[in-house]
C-alpha cells in the first residue's frame, strides 16, 4: 500500500508505516496544485494530512481510497467530496487532548500573571514589580467549559488541581454526569458565561457551531473575565470579542485566529492581537512531541487496520442510517451463487440494495443474509427469490 504523507509527520510513524509493509512518500511541503501533481504522480493509496487543506481535484487527481487526518478536527478537508466518491475520512480523536487542556491552562496563567508583558518588560531593560505584582489568582475562580469532550474533561481535570470551581455545559451534558465529573450542570452557554470568571471553549467546528459564541454571551460575561479559545477560530465571532475586550474587559487567550496563514510560517496582520489584554499563540495547541507520537501511532493503527481488514478506524463520513425503506432477510445455505441470485433478481425491478451483512453459522452450513432495500419487493419478485434457487431455505421482508 502507498502512503502519501503532505504534513509534517513524525520519524517513528514513518517508521510504523514501513514496518507494516507500506509504501512511505513524504512531502511536508505540498499545497494545493502541488498536492494535486504528488497525488497523480504516486498514485497514492492513503493521505496523511495534518493541517494542509483536502479538496475535491485531490480526490479526482489519483486513486485515493483513504485520507487520515493526523489530529482531531477534519474540517480541513472536504469530506462531501470524498464521500460522495466512497473515500473514507478518518481522524485520530482524543490524541492531543492532553496537549490542548496544558495550553488552556498555559493562557489562563499567562493572561492572569501577565507573563508575556514581565518577559517583553524585562527584555526592554524594564523592572516594574509594582505592576505586575497585580494579579487576581485562580484558586478559588470559576472555570466555565462550553464543550465537554475529551479536551474538555482534560481541562476539568486540571482545574480541581489548582482548586477551581468548574461549571459546565455540553450537548451531551446531564445532571447526572456532571455529578459525576464534580463539575456543575448548566443547561444554557449564557448561564455558563454568567457565572464564570473564566470561560474555555472547547467546540468542534461544524455548521451549528460557527459563531456560536457571540455578543449575546460576551455581555453577560463578568467585566475582566477571561475569554480561553483553543477550539476553532470560527466558533467565536472574533468582531463581538473585539468590542468585548474594548468595551468590558474581557481578557482573550488565543491559539486560534479568523485570519491564520495557511502555511507553518508567513505574515500575521490579525489586528485582535493588537488589543490591550489579548495573549496569542500560533495555533499551537496540539503540537506538544507526546500528542505527536501518540497521533502518528494512531495513524499507522487506522492504515494497518484498513490495509489487513478493510475496515476504517475512526471513520467519520459513513452514513448513521440510510434511505432504506425495507429489510429483505434470507435464510439460505452458504454455497455459491445464492446471493449472486438474489442481487440479480432484485436488479431487474430497479430496486437499489443500501446495505447488506451475510452472517455464516457455526459449520460454515447455513447462513443469513439481511439486505436493506430502497422499496418494497412485492410477492412475486420475493417469489422469483425464493424459487430462483434451491439452497435459500427462507425467505422473510420486514418493513423498517
Keep these: 500500500m502507498k502512503i502519501l504523507i503532505a504534513d509534517k509527520f513524525e520519524a517513528s510513524g514513518m517508521d510504523g508505516l514501513k514496518e507494516i509493509?507500506?509504501?512511505?512518500?513524504?512531502?511536508?511541503?505540498?499545497?494545493?496544485?502541488?498536492?494535486?501533481?504528488?497525488?497523480?504522480?504516486?498514485?497514492?493509496?492513503?493521505?496523511?494530512?495534518r493541517s494542509t487543506k483536502v479538496t475535491e481535484a485531490m480526490f479526482d487527481a489519483g486513486k485515493l481510497t483513504l485520507v487520515v487526518r493526523a489530529g482531531a478536527g477534519f474540517n480541513t478537508i472536504d469530506v462531501k467530496a470524498a464521500s460522495a466518491r466512497g473515500i473514507y475520512v478518518s481522524n485520530c480523536p482524543g490524541k492531543n487532548s492532553i496537549a490542548v487542556a496544558e495550553l488552556t491552562f498555559g493562557l489562563i496563567l499567562a493572561l492572569d500573571r501577565r507573563i508575556a508583558d514581565n518577559v517583553a518588560d524585562l527584555r526592554a531593560g524594564k523592572w516594574n514589580k509594582k505592576e505586575y505584582s497585580k494579579a487576581r489568582g485562580v484558586y478559588g475562580c470559576t472555570l466555565g467549559i462550553v464543550g465537554i469532550g475529551q479536551i474538555g474533561r482534560e481541562v476539568i481535570a486540571r482545574a480541581k488541581a489548582f482548586g477551581m470551581n468548574v461549571v459546565g455545559w455540553s450537548r451531551s451534558l446531564t445532571p447526572e454526569t456532571a455529578a459525576e465529573m464534580g463539575i456543575s450542570f448548566r443547561q444554557t452557554i449564557i448561564e455558563v458565561a454568567r457565572d464564570s470568571d473564566i470561560l474555555s471553549i472547547h467546540l468542534a467546528l461544524a455548521p451549528d457551531t460557527k459563531g456560536f459564541i457571540g455578543a449575546d454571551i460576551?455581555?453577560?460575561?463578568?467585566?475582566?473575565?477571561?475569554?480561553?479559545?483553543?477550539?476553532?477560530a470560527e466558533v467565536v465571532d472574533q468582531e463581538a470579542l473585539a468590542q468585548a475586550i474594548k468595551t468590558r474587559g474581557i481578557r482573550a487567550g488565543l491559539d486560534v485566529f479568523a485570519t491564520e496563514p495557511s502555511t507553518a510560517t508567513g505574515d500575521f496582520s490579525d489586528e485582535i492581537v493588537k488589543l490591550p489584554h489579548v495573549?496569542?499563540?500560533?495555533?499551537?495547541g496540539a503540537s506538544t512531541d507526546q500528542a505527536q507520537e501518540a497521533i502518528a501511532s494512531e495513524t499507522v493503527r487506522i492504515i494497518k487496520t484498513f490495509k489487513d481488514t478493510g475496515k476504517v478506524p475512526n471513520v467519520v463520513n459513513l452514513s448513521d442510517s440510510t434511505p432504506a425503506t425495507?429489510?429483505?432477510?434470507?435464510?439460505?445455505?452458504?454455497?455459491?451463487?445464492?446471493?449472486?441470485?438474489?442481487f440479480k433478481t432484485i436488479k431487474a425491478f430497479e430496486i437499489n440494495v443500501h446495505e447488506m451483512e451475510n452472517i455464516v453459522f457455526e459449520g460454515a452450513k447455513a447462513a443469513v443474509a439481511r439486505i436493506e432495500l430502497d422499496a418494497k419487493l412485492d410477492d412475486q419478485t420475493l417469489g422469483l427469490i425464493s424459487s430462483g434457487n434451491p439452497d435459500i431455505i427462507e425467505i422473510n421482508q420486514i418493513t423498517l
Design 21 to 49: 509493509g507500506c509504501e512511505v512518500i513524504y512531502n511536508a511541503d505540498l499545497k494545493e496544485a502541488s498536492l494535486v501533481e504528488a497525488i497523480r504522480e504516486t498514485q497514492a493509496e492513503v493521505l496523511v494530512v
Design 279 to 284: 495573549y496569542g499563540t500560533h495555533h499551537i
Design 326 to 342: 425495507h429489510l429483505l432477510i434470507v435464510r439460505h445455505h452458504d454455497r455459491p451463487g445464492v446471493l449472486a441470485h438474489i
Design 218 to 232: 460576551f455581555e453577560v460575561m463578568k467585566p475582566g473575565s477571561y475569554l480561553i479559545n483553543t477550539s476553532r
